[in-house]
């Protein structure tokens, strides 16, 4: 089993998908008019967070002008500034602002990771993409030893943990559909891990009403509720 920190490195060197590869590189250097004058990550972005979490947030993929940008999940983009002020309210991140990796903000008992680790056209991943990026979920969900709450955000990180739940040899109760604030069960031997499905904090999502701050809210209160 390998350390997060290991994980991380292999992460951004990974080289599965060359077409991402050089789509991620193209944006960095073509770059957004409002982000003209930044220097983009433009690589694999990893997972960040507590190495001793017990929640783990998997989103679908890095923002193209978002972690694309700025080398961290959720950082720098409209979905992370849903995100992160719902992870302060809830005690599991230092500060609500998420601007770029070296604002300081920490993560508390909590850890961010996503179903594909470059960003995708369209944010659209194909099922080659998905399924390359697929081992460093399970690596990191090893590495992970005092988990007990797993948040899908959007339906295709709802497939992945469910993907890995089985393999990792899980029994799963409860229903198995995605549908926001549904739960399930996830034992293997006396280890219970409850996988809780949310909405995406897209734009597309939140600008709409599809989800709401206090239906974001509710989520992280559910996971804290599991773990005391």
């Not at 005690?91 to 604002?103: E, F, K, N, V, W």
Request: hydrophobic share 40%; glycine share 8%; net charge positive.
């Amino acid at each position: 089993m390998r350390s997060l920190s290991a994980i991380e490195k292999t992460v951004v060197r990974c080289r599965r998908c060359p077409e991402l590869r050089a789509y991620t590189a193209q944006i960095a250097r073509d770059k957004k008019r409002a982000h003209r004058d930044c220097d983009y990550w433009g690589k694999p972005v990893p997972g960040f967070g507590d190495a001793r979490a017990r929640v783990l947030l998997v989103g679908l993929a890095p923002g193209a002008h978002g972690s694309n940008r700025t080398g961290r999940p959720f950082t720098g983009d409209a979905s992370g500034a849903f995100l992160y002020p719902a992870l302060y309210r809830a005690g599991l991140a230092s500060q609500p602002d998420a601007i770029d990796r070296h604002d300081g903000l920490v993560l508390r008992d909590c850890f961010i990771t996503a179903a594909v680790r470059c960003a995708p056209p369209h944010n659209k991943p194909t099922p080659d993409e998905l399924r390359n990026c697929f081992p460093y979920l399970v690596e990191e969900f090893d590495a992970l030893r005092r988990l007990r709450v797993a948040i899908a955000l959007g339906s295709i990180a709802h497939t992945a943990i469910l993907r890995l739940l089985r393999e990792q040899g899980f029994t799963l109760c409860g229903s198995l559909a995605f549908a926001h604030g549904a739960e399930l069960a996830a034992t293997r031997g006396k280890r219970t891990i409850t996988l809780i499905a949310s909405y995406h904090p897209s734009r597309q999502n939140t600008n709409t009403g599809k989800l709401t701050v206090p239906m974001f809210d509710a989520i992280f209160r559910r996971a804290n509720e599991l773990l005391d």
